[in-house]
């Protein structure tokens, strides 16, 4: 059986945050029900589940003039297929997001290709005055790069008076004045302090601002901690959790900013995702060309990670039981989707949670296919449906054969 087009109504074990009971969904609409008339897809008596889908609040989808690495119907169908239904997607493309008409192409762009519910981040403009051009355009928020902290202040200021939500990138420009010869090397020079310090400079910022700051991709635990302190919520992206420098991994391949960590570091922080103190994770999706990627010096910083991370993570967090299901679906479902204010179940996904398999490249995104280590999937996107529409899963079959 293949996942059914013309479908209203699916019946089954259904996930909302206040935890699982079995209901149908309409899939037009949305709405919880425990009635239906006729063209149902009943998943009662098999052991998959219904959910919104995850959210993925940091990710690079490029397009435009970067549309070689990745656009926004590749990165949207990776995504998809992998049960992720939502994308905010960072401005850092060429041309970048910080004028009016750069993110008016952007958003046609999305509006035409994307296969899921996405929304662009602004970039911190030039012009103080652009703002709240800016800010009235359908966006997830503004996202600050370092340099932004160093040379465009009084747009900070402003960007922070109008209530959208402030992602911060928490490094100083210093970072990228450092070179170093290994991965260790990065992780050391290009150290914790500079995101510690980053954060202290937009709390001064902030000061009373309306403005809700998220810190995303913290890879120490003293990042964290300050983030913390300021009221501030924070995100962190798998790479910094499963990956370390100690693994003497590629140079090229695994370059990141903020850097791979030690072993310690990344424990530290799988420490603080067990303990419940991180709000959100978020994968830094970040595709280049092969040709971008292979030269240790020259090599651009990025993971690609739409279609490996969840059940990648899945299988390191749910299946050992480090994790509930809920505990996870928090981090990657309900947490991001309040922070972005997405509207809930515009997608629905049925989802094999005890599949295994193994992650072995890329199917829809550009990016270079990667050795994931750990890679052992544990979970499956099997349908997504975005308003009504089948947007994954025509070919897949859809009942789960055991637990
Ligand atoms: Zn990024």
């Known amino acids: 059986m293949i996942c ?3 479908i209203r109504w699916i019946c089954g074990e259904i996930w909302t945050e206040q ?9 037009l609409t949305g709405e919880l029900t425990d009635k239906t008339t006729g063209n149902t897809l009943d998943l009662t008596h098999t052991t998959l589940i219904i959910f919104p889908g995850y959210a993925d609040i940091h990710v690079h989808l490029r397009g435009l003039n970067q549309s070689y690495k990745e656009d926004e119907y590749t990165g949207t169908k990776a995504a998809a297929s992998q049960g992720i239904t939502f994308l905010a997607d960072m401005p850092n493309t060429s041309p970048r997001l910080d004028t009016p008409e750069a ?8 509006k035409r290709k994307a296969q899921i519910p996405v929304k662009p981040y602004a970039a911190v403009p030039q012009n103080p005055e652009t703002v709240e051009k800016l800010a009235k355009r359908t966006i997830a928020g503004f996202k600050i790069y370092p340099s932004d902290l160093e040379k465009r202040e009084a747009s900070i200021k402003k960007i922070l008076e109008t209530g959208k939500l402030v992602v911060l990138h928490p490094e100083l420009p210093e ?10 090397q990065r992780g050391t020079i290009r150290g914790c302090h500079l995101e510690g310090a980053a954060v202290d400079i937009l709390a001064s910022l902030s000061d009373n601002k309306p403005s809700k700051i998220h810190v995303t991709h913290a890879s120490c635990l003293e990042t964290v901690m300050k983030a913390k302190t300021y009221g501030f919520t924070v995100d962190v992206a798998p790479h910094h959790i499963i990956y370390n420098y100690d693994q003497h991994l590629d140079i090229s391949l695994y370059k990141v900013n903020p850097p791979l960590r030690s072993m310690l570091d990344s424990h ?3 420490q603080l995702i067990i303990e419940g103190r991180i709000d959100i994770i978020a994968s830094d999706h970040a595709p280049h060309a092969e040709w971008e990627k292979n030269d240790p010096l020259s090599s651009r910083p ?4 739409l279609e490996a991370w969840p059940s990648i993570l899945r299988r390191i967090l749910v299946k050992p039981g480090a ?11 309900w947490n991001p989707r309040k922070l972005v204010r997405v509207n809930t179940w515009e997608t629905i996904v049925v989802y094999d ?6 992650y072995t490249g890329s199917r829809y995104s550009k990016a270079i296919p990667y050795y994931h280590y750990m890679s052992e999937y544990y979970g499956e996107a099997r349908c997504v449906y975005w308003r009504g529409r089948l947007v994954y899963g025509e070919e897949t079959r859809i009942f789960s054969t055991a637990r």
């Open 4 to 6: 059914p087009k013309d």
């Open 19 to 27: 935890g699982s009971s079995s209901g149908c969904i309409d899939v």
């Open 103 to 110: 993110l008016d192409l952007k958003l046609k762009a999305i």
């Open 175 to 184: 970072a990228d004045r450092l070179e170093a010869e290994s991965i260790s």
């Open 268 to 270: 530290r922080l799988l």
């Open 302 to 305: 990025g993971i690609p990670w």
């Open 323 to 333: 994790l509930s299901q809920q505990e996870f679906f928090q981090l990657t479902v």
């Open 353 to 358: 949670p005890y599949y295994q398999g193994r």
